[in-house]
């Protein structure tokens, strides 16, 4: 399984990026898929998920108002909307497939991770 996240890159706080995660291999169907960031020297942290159908979604308290979370089950890809970035946002950011359909914040639920896309908010 390769998940594929891209969309990354530099932007002035304030600023706005769109990540996406593409599924080639077709293994979000059914599944809840979701987001995560790591910081140099911190632990990977839950960013925001969202369930099977995409009728439910979840976000840290520190993104929340600030960021969405959605998916397109037709095209296998999930999505990760950024506003008003702030440079504590700045991190590895990681999309990830569950083992359940709900939505779910614990990475020990999931279980394929992709290679990341780096995102630095910064003047």
């Known amino acids: 399984v390769q998940l594929q996240a891209s969309g990354g890159g530099l932007v002035e706080p304030g600023g706005s990026l769109r990540l996406s995660c593409a599924d080639p291999?077709?293994?979000?169907?059914?599944?809840?898929v979701g987001w995560f960031r790591q910081s140099p020297g911190k632990e990977r942290e839950f960013v925001a998920a969202?369930?099977?159908?995409?009728?439910?979604?979840g976000y840290a308290d520190s993104v929340k108002g600030r960021f969405t979370i959605s998916r397109d089950n037709a095209e296998n890809t999930l999505y990760l909307q950024m506003n008003s970035l702030k440079p504590e946002d700045t991190a590895v950011y990681y999309c990830?497939?569950?083992?359940?359909?709900?939505?779910?914040?614990?990475?020990?639920?999931?279980?394929?991770w992709g290679r990341g896309t780096q995102v630095t908010v910064s003047s």
């Open positions: 291999g077709r293994t979000f169907s059914g599944y809840g």
């Open positions: 990830a497939r569950s083992r359940l359909s709900t939505v779910v914040t614990g990475p020990q639920h999931y279980v394929y």
């Open positions: 969202i369930n099977w159908s995409g009728s439910s979604t």
